[in-house]
């Protein structure tokens, strides 16, 4: 079965310093996609970044860059030279290709990060 | 750029009473979903749509809960008595395909009210 864990509940990060947001998965399907969210308070959902399975480099979207271990089964978010509107809840998500998948979102519990001034 | 909306942003009715959320997904996409989020809590799947039947539900998509594409624009949601642990937010998401290379664009929610 898919599952997604995310166990920092919060974090706290200095503005301008860098920030790990931790993401870990299990899925029996050798064909996936990992995602990450961000929720502001206002509560809608944003699309970040996106990693294959089988995609050989590490995938990055400006300051956001995904730090893939397949072995290890992890998804870490890596925000660089955090800004006070990075303040939110960020939520990891899991995407199975197999035959028999409809593409249903499997989200993690979520972490809420908070950028200090 | 397309976008996924929903109506309405918010929604309060009474317990026991039937309430339909709308969403009009990105028009060439053909995978349709709906999530629901619990305040505070993670976001949880409810229901995918294909080819206009549900390809795939939950538990918590109970009898309670039906999905329909009526006019091939609209994708509604609808609960047909309402409980207060239906309180939530409710997601719609659109998507071209089902690979997980194809980006699923959210709508902004509908927060529901039960009292």
């Known amino acids: 079965a898919q599952k997604i864990t995310q166990t920092q509940p919060g974090m706290f990060v200095q503005e301008k310093e860098a920030v790990t947001l931790d993401c870990t998965y299990d899925?029996?399907?050798?064909?996936?996609?990992l995602f990450w969210y961000k929720q502001p308070s206002s509560g809608e959902m944003i699309f970040l970044i996106y990693?294959?399975?089988?995609?050989?480099q590490n995938a990055t979207e400006g300051r956001y860059s995904l730090n893939f271990q397949k072995a290890r089964k992890s998804a870490n978010l890596v925000i660089s030279a955090s800004q006070l509107g990075d303040s939110a809840m960020y939520f990891c998500?899991?995407?199975?290709?197999?035959?028999?998948?409809?593409?249903?979102?499997?989200f993690g519990q979520g972490t809420t990060l908070q950028v200090k001034p | 750029e397309p976008e996924v909306t929903q109506t309405p942003s918010h929604q309060v009715t009474q317990m026991g009473q039937e309430v339909i959320l709308r969403c009009v997904p990105i028009?060439?996409?053909?995978?349709f979903y709906w999530y629901r989020q619990i305040l505070g809590q993670k976001v949880e799947f409810l229901v995918s749509?294909?080819?206009?039947?549900?390809?795939?539900k939950s538990e918590i998509f109970d009898d309670q809960f039906s999905v329909e594409r009526p006019d091939g624009s609209n994708f509604t949601l609808k609960i047909r008595s309402t409980k207060l642990e239906d309180s939530a937010m409710y997601f719609c998401?659109?998507?071209?395909?089902?690979?997980?290379?194809?980006?699923?664009?959210f709508g902004p929610g509908t927060r529901l009210t039960v009292t």
């Open positions: 028009s060439n996409h053909l995978y």
């Open positions: 998500a899991m995407r199975d290709d197999g035959s028999g998948n409809t593409g249903k979102l499997i």
């Open positions: 990693q294959g399975s089988y995609d050989q």
């Open positions: 749509f294909y080819n206009n039947e549900i390809s795939e």
């Open positions: 998401a659109s998507s071209e395909a089902r690979r997980s290379s194809y980006e699923q664009y």
């Open positions: 899925t029996s399907d050798p064909s996936y996609g």
